[in-house]
């Protein structure tokens, strides 16, 4: 099902039951769309899912949910403007009736894959009418009866009272189709009575009486009315043709070359043509009197090419048959068969090739010539011969698919707007192509343009990355503008680059400094392995990380002595001549936040900062000074650090350091 109707469902339950209802009802079913988009396809049994859950939620009757989705289908569809479309049927009710197989058909062209069902007006009478329902889904019957009551009422003013009088097939709570138990396809058929006021539509559309002017007409010979109808047919009872336009038998003729051009009068009407609306119905007298007001469309069948049937055509005595006249037509028909069997006479009987075989069936493509005709119309009864007659047009859209019937413009009808229509169509058709490869050119510079963006998005959150730590980043994309947090324990690493820059006034050697300083931060950058250590920023020669901020890490004392390590390693096979570093850790409680709103960053704040700088000042070369407190926790995991003694450290006087000598796993 297209998510149109999903949509409906999900807008009124969450309007008359509220959002709280609707979440459970998606739990339950173990939905997870949060919304449905309107031209995407949703698993069918996903509606009496809904209803069932929405039953159980409500404590209302699963019918009664049904029924009221249908309702909400007719309400919602109002928004996309198909009300006008449904007002515009007709006046009266039994019009609308009558026409929901072409409201079904229209609707294709804007949804293509929806799998309508067919409904047709077999009866009525001033207390109201039946309608036949056929679908290949299950559980459905509810539903239609809360479109139909919601129709009437909304755009009728009538109050009607909808219910099933007979059901084939059909199974409550399930879409998926009726269960088979034979062979044969199976389909839904459902039978409604719907009672309402109908007294003045039988007054003014069925019981009329004809004006005495029409009564004083004359009988209008068959042959002419075939004449101007011809592509029209006539059916007896047993539901063989006994007239025919002379335009639908010479397409008959044209589209089955094999076959005896006197063949098609005589011959049932099933044996030619192929109903294809409405859907499984049984082509018998009864059957079609009720359901004169239905449209009805045929498939010309064709029998295709093959050896027996040119064999049989081409060595037909056509002197047996009494009356037999070819007309012009069934003569060139004839003569194209005979052309065919020559050009073909070494190919009819051989082998399909491989490119003639589909992949997915193994059998026979279908043929790449003239395709079939399709027939739309009505049946009319004719009193004065007692026989049906099927008043209809071939069904063609434009020149391309004319030619592809094997069709031309004056073998169409002379009357209505058949020809115009086929030109307008092929004119619409032109202007929808340059439309559509205009809408292609701009879709592919959309998608290019989406694809820029989404290179400069990513280069902009890197860079934003590189500033701002992520998760704060990210909360204040969320609005929180000002973001400060307290960590009760950080360690914080400070290392210092040496030997670098004399302070010389030579502008090549402080370029020189630039770019060794730039190798060596690069290095450092490249062992900085988040979230468990955090670049903070670089101020002259010193670099300064942070482990445990902004990504709480109860490990941060190990992770920022395994950085010191590492870059240590690193930098001394750097092969930097007279580079060395120098790095102090201090562990303990820091407050960070971003700072500025240029260039901003994230900055830490506290005694722990200071004193981290402070094992930096005073730390030796190629050595890794680490205060008491952060020596304390790494060697009770297996560091091995030596006590340096007392340092005096300027604004804390005398403290305790250590040196890192190597990690728990080096030897």
């Known amino acids: 099902m297209y998510g149109m109707l999903y949509e409906s469902v999900q807008h009124y339950v969450q309007e008359e039951y509220g959002m709280e209802i609707w979440t459970k009802v998606c739990r339950i079913v173990d939905c997870k769309h949060n919304s449905f988009k309107t031209h995407q396809i949703y698993p069918d049994k996903l509606m009496p899912d809904i209803a069932a859950a929405l039953s159980a939620c409500t404590g209302e009757s699963f019918d009664f949910c049904m029924n009221f989705f249908g309702k909400c289908f007719v309400r919602f569809f109002s928004n996309f ?207 079609l009197i009720q359901m004169r007001a239905v449209l009805f469309e045929f498939e010309l069948i064709r029998t295709g090419h093959n050896r027996a049937a040119y064999d049989a055509v081409l060595n037909m005595d056509f002197e047996n048959y009494d009356d037999m006249l070819l007309n012009e037509a069934q003569t060139m028909a004839l003569e194209n068969a005979k052309e065919f069997s020559e050009k073909n006479s070494n190919n009819l009987d051989v082998e399909p090739r491989e490119e003639e075989i589909d992949p997915a069936t193994g059998e026979r493509r279908s043929s790449q010539g003239l395709r079939s005709i399709l027939l739309k119309g009505q049946m009319f009864y004719i009193k004065d011969v007692d026989s049906l007659i099927f008043l209809c047009s071939p069904l063609i859209e434009n020149l391309d698919e004319l030619h592809s019937i094997g069709l031309y413009l004056n073998d169409l009808n002379p009357h209505g707007l058949s020809r115009e229509l086929v030109m307008a169509g092929w004119q619409h058709c032109s202007k929808l192509e340059m439309l559509f ?96 250590v955090y670049k903070v920023e670089t101020v002259g020669m010193v670099y300064m990380a942070v482990s445990g901020a902004p990504d709480v890490n109860p490990l941060h004392a190990e992770h920022a002595c395994d950085l010191a390590l590492r870059v240590i390693k690193k930098l001394k096979n750097h092969h930097e001549a007279d580079v060395a570093i120098r790095v102090g850790i201090n562990s303990g409680p820091v407050v960070a936040g971003v700072v500025g709103l240029k260039v901003p960053r994230y900055c830490l704040f506290g005694d722990t900062v200071n004193t981290a700088s402070r094992m930096e000042s005073s730390c030796d070369p190629w050595k890794i000074q680490l205060s008491n407190n952060t020596a304390l926790k790494v060697r009770e995991v297996g560091y091995k650090v030596e006590s340096r003694g007392t340092v005096k450290v300027k604004g804390k006087g005398e403290m305790e350091t250590y040196w890192l000598l190597a990690g728990p796993d080096d030897k």
């Not at 889904?137 to 009866?145: A, D, E, N, P, V």
């Not at 039988?202 to 009564?215: E, F, G, I, W, Y």
């Not at 931060?521 to 468990?532: K, N, Y």
């Open 81 to 287: 403007g198909y009300d006008k479309m449904i007002r515009s049927t007709g006046r009266y009710f039994c019009d609308f009736l009558q026409s929901i197989d072409n409201i079904h058909l229209i609707m294709r062209f804007t949804y293509p894959k929806m799998k309508s069902p067919s409904m047709q007006l077999t009866s009525m009478d001033d207390s109201g009418a039946v309608i036949l329902y056929r679908s290949g889904r299950t559980g459905m019957s509810k539903y239609l009866i809360g479109q139909m009551t919601e129709v009437a009422r909304e755009f009728y003013g009538l109050e009607i009272k909808a219910y099933v009088i007979d059901s084939q097939n059909d199974i409550t709570g399930g879409t998926a189709g009726p269960i088979k138990l034979t062979d044969g396809p199976l389909t839904v058929i459902v039978k409604y009575r719907l009672d309402f006021d109908n007294r003045e539509y039988m007054a003014k559309r069925v019981n009329t009486d004809a004006h005495p002017s029409q009564l004083r007409m004359p009988t209008v010979n068959l042959n002419v009315f075939l004449e101007l109808f011809p592509f029209t047919f006539v059916l007896n009872h047993d539901m063989k043709i006994t007239h025919a336009g002379e335009k639908i038998v010479e397409t008959w003729i044209m589209h089955n070359p094999g076959a005896n051009p006197k063949g098609f009068i005589g011959a049932h009407v099933m044996d030619l043509f192929y109903c294809r609306r409405p859907k499984d119905t049984t082509i018998d007298w009864d059957t």
């Open 437 to 532: 490869e205009k809408e292609e050119e701009r879709s592919d510079e959309l998608e290019k343009s989406l694809e820029l963006a989404d290179s400069w998005k990513r280069q902009g959150d890197e860079l934003l990355y590189s500033m701002i730590p992520r998760p704060i980043a990210e909360r204040m994309r969320m609005g929180h503008e000002h973001v400060c947090q307290s960590f009760e324990e950080v360690s914080v690493i400070f290392i210092e680059v040496m030997n670098i820059y004399d302070s010389s006034n030579n502008v090549q050697e402080a370029m020189q400094a630039v770019n060794t300083l730039n190798q060596v931060f690069s290095a450092l950058d490249e062992e900085i392995i988040s979230p468990f």
